[in-house]
């Protein structure tokens, strides 16, 4: 790992029977900086992200993370409570269906502030003020702090997810197709939220996505993977302007056709 | 007119109980009940009594039924604290239910099977015709007999497993949990599953095992073997170094044959579902064997979608004298806490009408 | 009792419970598990306040047992009588005479002494219970000391009613440690927690789970900085005896609505008309 990333694996594998979902997969990932991870389905992507962030172990192979501090730490060496809190301060996850990331029975206020509370905050007001202040930066009307999950729209409810996400200004987030499912017209709405606050933020980000249009917006770096291998990896103009790999190539023109 | 704090509570429990007493007797003029009568008459409440209050004593679950004027989950209660005062001094070797005595023994997955298929005293094929013969006297009917062919009866799972089609249960060296001296904790190992069942309440696990039958956690059963009869249960004293029988009880087992787990590369096996309750109790021991499966969800990487699925959810909630108290006890006074919300609920339709937007207020101006 | 030990319960039985009661007073507020056993009173009707008691109930204690702050409520009554059997001990209705306090949803009005050990009847030991139903989640969460999820209720409850809507069994924090669940007592009541002089043990039986509360410990009703906890009580005073800082009782006295308010704690109660202290009923009886 050299001195400067923030993220690093090398050589991850990983097998579900005899399937090879990753073969000796290696990342980097500096601070600020976002990586797509881009493939069809079945190409390992979304299984990279479980591995990065801890949630599912590798068979072989090691995550690192540097810490504020400078300090490494092996992710799957780390003992759970370290990870979990990490997973909630530093940390984020967004998921592809933010249902699963938010509590739907608590009000949008209480899903914002609730990284905060769990840090200690214990200022009723202060809490509110930066829920209101985060919905503001999502565009969620500000109206709707008291309101449920349950009555918005799924780009909203994505909204409400990062805000929730990002409330505890975390310098890594993972992102799980994170416009998937989305009207093309509210995915570009939130791919430039995201892209504006990931640039504000300085937040560095691995963002798995099988759409390559997401990745030439969002990302600087792009991984191409197939079945399991990583077959391109590079800067996103460069590679996606100049695909070397065959299966790259294909991905690219596949766009173009459609 | 002044107020008088009611007292005299203790004068009113023992006036309940005095008019308790009578209403179990009932009817000085009609015959008491005889422990015998209800022992060998009301069998399957006595079988019921003794697996849910986990004691094999048919004449203490005559009296506890007598007690409890047929209320069973009174009576599995009394049957219960007894059990908690009696002193433990051996544990048995595991019955051996293979060399059972069967009086009873057929398996829907075979047509025949060495052994035979025995239908005993069921109520299976029986018309449910009220019979009015029974209101004045009871004749015996006698059912013939026949010398028992003492053919070997093999137990369904061994003739599969003989052929690798069935997975194999395998035997552990650590000591059993037991339930009735340690807390239930997470993850509950098969073996503090099986004991909650088997003493669980009979109408939950029908319920439960019945949702899995309906498409909440399919399992896929079918019956491979019920066998009820008598087992002979071994001690072995230190003193002596080899077991020796001391009496028989009656068993109910119930193996089930589920849905089969496998792959490409590890050849499929039907998997195992297993209920075991004492006496004759049939509806028990299957929609044990079906809840039992059920559990095994996550360890056979089935999905979990449904309550018969759920460990915790199943455990916590079977055990029909915990969940009785807890349910009855909200008879007790709950006046105190009753009085809190009354005054929360004063103080906040007070606020609510004095200053008609203040929930609105809050949201929009920062507390200072 | 004939045939049965003091107080019930057998010697393995009850060292059984005093080593989790150990365990429970070295981590202030943690629920330890334990082997509770099936007694001759239902589950939730006091089994785990009753097994602790019998546990540490010696030949020589004064045992006082109330149900919502009185003494001869029916449960209270039964209890008692159930320790008069099999343990012969002596009972009292005087907080003031009793070595040991076994209750149901009320801390009596008579601070408690170093030489005083209170036992609480718990019916869910699990503070996080209703906004996490699996067991095995919340064990976790104590010992990863994740108790934001707490938070967020109370923040609800202030974004929709304008304030903490919980009035009994109100979480806590003890020791700045464990978040416990203090059992039904009105919320009026978890001042008296914070720094008690007596111990203060803490019995679920059908949960099967054990928590204490030493001596002189910090115990914290959760709220926020700017929305403090408050001890709420109905606003008048006792009919019976004047006291204006007790727990109430709602008395329906008539079919038209009319109430009376009285002294929770009957003990409480009588002790202040017996030094002389005379509430508005009873005014009006002596002018009648």
Redesign the interface.
């Given at each position: 790992m050299t001195d400067e990333t923030l993220l690093s694996a090398r050589r991850l594998s990983l097998s579900f029977g005899t399937i090879p979902a990753l073969v000796t997969v290696d990342v980097d990932l500096w601070p600020g900086e976002m990586l797509a991870v881009v493939g069809e389905s079945g190409s390992g992507k979304t299984t990279l992200l479980n591995v990065l962030s801890g949630r599912l172990s590798p068979d072989s192979g090691t995550v690192w993370y540097r810490d504020p501090a400078g300090r490494l730490h092996d992710v799957h060496a780390m003992e759970a409570p370290l990870l979990r809190k990490l997973h909630r301060s530093d940390w984020g996850f967004v998921q592809q269906d933010p249902r699963e990331n938010l509590r739907m029975g608590v009000t949008a206020g209480g899903n914002v502030g609730e990284r905060l509370m769990a840090q200690g905050a214990r200022h009723y007001g202060n809490i509110r003020e930066a829920a209101l202040d985060w919905l503001t930066q999502v565009e969620i009307d500000a109206d709707r702090i008291d309101d449920l999950p349950r009555t918005f729209s799924g780009g909203m409810l994505q909204r409400l997810q990062i805000a929730r996400t990002l409330v505890t200004h975390p310098r890594l987030v993972f992102m799980d197709e994170p416009t998937g499912g989305l009207d093309v017209s509210v995915q570009a709405r939130l791919l430039d939220l995201i892209r504006t606050l990931v640039s504000r933020l300085k937040i560095a980000a691995v963002l798995v996505t099988h759409d390559i249009a997401v990745a030439r917006l969002l990302a600087h770096r792009i991984m191409v993977m197939q079945r399991g291998v990583v077959v391109e990896t590079g800067l996103t103009d460069q590679v996606l302007d100049d695909p070397q790999h065959a299966y790259t190539q294909l991905l690219v023109s596949s766009v173009l056709q459609a | 007119m002044a107020y008088v704090a009611v007292k005299g509570g203790e004068r009113a429990i023992d006036s309940a109980h005095t008019w308790l007493a009578e209403s179990r007797r009932g009817d000085p003029a009609v015959p008491a009940l005889d422990l015998a009568q209800i022992e060998q008459q009301l069998g399957r409440a006595v079988d019921r009594v003794m697996g849910e209050g986990s004691l094999y004593d048919r004449e203490l679950a005559a009296l506890a039924m007598k007690q409890a004027q047929g209320d069973l989950i009174e009576a599995a209660f009394l049957l219960r604290a007894y059990r908690t005062t009696l002193p433990r001094f051996a544990h048995s070797h595991p019955v051996d239910t293979a060399s059972m005595h069967a009086r009873r023994r057929i398996s829907a997955i075979f047509k025949d099977l060495p052994g035979g298929q025995m239908l005993g005293p069921t109520y299976d094929y029986t018309h449910r015709l009220l019979d009015f013969a029974l209101e004045s006297g009871d004749a015996a009917a006698s059912a013939p007999s026949a010398a028992t062919d003492d053919a070997a009866m093999p137990r369904v799972h061994d003739i599969l497993g003989r052929e690798g089609l069935i997975e194999r249960d395998v035997a552990g060296d650590a000591e059993p949990g037991d339930l009735t001296r340690q807390p239930l904790a997470f993850p509950a190992s098969r073996d503090v599953r099986l004991q909650a069942l088997a003493r669980g309440d009979e109408g939950f696990l029908l319920g439960l095992g019945y949702s899995t039958q309906r498409g909440y956690g399919n399992t896929h059963p079918f019956a491979g073997e019920i066998r009820m009869g008598e087992v002979s249960v071994e001690i072995e004293p230190p003193e002596l170094g080899f077991a020796i029988d001391i009496g028989d009880i009656i068993l109910t087992e119930c193996q089930m044959v589920n849905q089969f787990k496998g792959s490409k590369t590890a050849p499929p096996q039907f998997t195992r579902g297993y209920g075991l309750v004492f006496g004759h109790a049939e509806r028990k021991a299957m929609a044990m064997a079906l809840v039992d499966r059920a559990m095994r969800a996550a360890e056979l990487g089935e999905e979990m979608t449904a309550p018969g699925q759920d460990v915790e959810f199943v455990l916590y909630h079977s055990d029909n004298v915990e969940a009785t108290g807890f349910v009855e006890h909200l008879k007790l006074p709950h006046y105190v806490d009753f009085q809190s919300e009354l005054e929360a609920v004063r103080r906040m339709r007070a606020q609510a009408s004095r200053q008609p937007d203040v929930v609105e207020q809050a949201s929009r101006e920062p507390v200072e | 009792m004939r045939g049965?030990n003091f107080a019930y319960l057998?010697e393995q039985t009850k060292r059984m419970i005093r080593r989790a009661l150990l365990k429970a007073v070295a981590i202030p507020g943690y629920q330890i598990?334990?082997?509770?056993?099936?007694?001759?009173l239902?589950?939730?009707?006091g089994?785990g306040g009753i097994q602790v008691t019998a546990s540490v109930l010696g030949p020589d204690d004064v045992l006082k047992v109330i149900?919502?702050?009185a003494d001869?409520?029916?449960?209270?009554?039964?209890i008692r009588?159930f320790f008069a059997r099999t343990a012969g001990v002596r009972t009292t209705t005087r907080t003031t005479e009793a070595t040991l306090i076994q209750t149901?949803?009320?801390i009596p009005e008579t601070p408690l002494r170093e030489d005083q050990i209170i036992v609480y009847q718990v019916?869910q030991p699990e503070p996080l219970y209703r906004l996490e139903?699996?067991?095995?989640e919340t064990r976790r969460m104590h010992?990863?000391a994740?108790?934001?999820?707490m938070?967020?209720k109370l923040?609800?409850d202030?974004?929709?009613?304008?304030?903490v809507?919980i009035?009994?069994?109100y979480p806590v924090m003890v020791n700045r440690r464990y978040l416990m669940a203090p059992s039904?007592?009105?919320?009026?009541d978890n001042p008296k927690l914070h720094r008690m002089p007596a111990l203060q043990l803490f019995g679920a039986g059908?949960e099967?789970?054990i928590y204490a509360v030493p001596p002189y410990t910090d115990v914290r009703s959760l709220?926020?900085?700017?929305?403090p906890f408050r001890a709420?009580?109905?606003p008048h005073a006792c009919?019976?005896c004047g006291a204006a800082d007790s727990?109430?009782?709602?008395?329906v006295?008539d079919d038209r609505g009319q109430r009376?308010f009285?002294c929770?704690d009957?003990d409480y109660c009588a002790e202040r008309r017996a030094a002389g202290h005379v509430g508005a009923?009873g005014l009006?009886?002596a002018a009648?």
């Open positions: - | - | 049965y057998d598990p334990f082997g509770s056993r099936e007694m001759p239902p589950y939730g009707w089994t149900d919502q702050g001869d409520t029916t449960n209270a009554v039964s009588r149901r949803h009320r019916p139903a699996s067991r095995a010992a990863l994740e108790y934001g999820v938070h967020v923040y609800e202030i974004a929709r009613f304008g304030q809507a009035s009994y069994d039904p007592i009105p919320a009026f059908r099967k789970r709220d926020f900085e700017d929305h709420g009580r109905a009919g019976l727990y109430l009782d709602e008395v006295i009376l009285v929770s009957t009923e009006a009886e009648e």
